[in-house]
């Protein structure tokens, strides 16, 4: 599995706390929807889903998915 990258100026870390949570973060400014719930910053949600992309491409099963203070991630999901 790749390590910590940069898609877009954003910088991933990679994180591996077992093998069934693996994941890419990074965390960028807090922007709010018409609803006023917390969303990601669009640009760094676009590098999440470039990043879920290009691992996809490569055979890598994963989800783009934020949550609150700005935080994007890309999940590793388990392959059995």
Sequence with gaps: ????????????????????DRFFQ???DV???DDHDEMPDPDLWDAAIKLEDELTRSGVKCEANHSEKGWVEVTILNQK
Excluded at 1 to 14: A, C, L, P, S
């Design 1 to 20: 599995m790749k390590r910590d990258t940069r898609i877009n100026g954003w910088d991933f870390e990679y994180v591996e706390n077992d093998y069934d």
């Design 26 to 28: 990074c965390r960028g």
């Design 31 to 33: 922007f709010y929807d």
